[in-house]
Nanobody
């Protein structure tokens, strides 16, 4: 049974940092991604990382502020979020691809976590 379990969300002030974690289990994956969805908006890509090489890609809106990383031994992917802004407020979802490279397309991901809320106050 595949499971993606996110943690680390919370309420912070603008300029603060948070680190999200996603523990993956049940099978191996080629790529892990983070997406987010704000109220009334579509789910959008944040970042992705390939398990084998560590190759990453980011949405323009988070480049230079967010860092995705992985710990292969712990089957865990992290999203370090610095210099948070109110517009980063959203539910953040961990996603996994069984095959393929990092992608910004939600339909390329086969598995999803339940999401964790991040709220940034101004």
């Amino acid at each position: 049974q595949v499971q993606l379990v996110e943690s680390g969300g919370g309420l912070v002030q603008a300029g603060d940092s948070l680190r999200l974690s996603c523990v993956a289990s049940g099978r191996t994956f080629s790529t892990m991604g983070w997406f987010r969805q704000a109220p009334g908006k579509e789910r959008e890509f944040v970042a992705a990382i390939r398990w084998s090489t560590g190759t990453t890609n980011y949405a323009d809106s988070v480049k230079g502020r967010f860092t995705i990383s992985r710990d292969n031994a712990k089957n865990t992917v992290y999203l370090q979020m610095n210099s948070l802004k109110p517009e980063d407020t959203a539910v953040y979802f961990c996603a996994a691809r069984a095959y393929g490279l990092g992608s910004a397309n939600i339909y390329d991901y086969n598995y999803w976590g339940q999401g964790t809320q991040v709220t940034v106050s101004s």
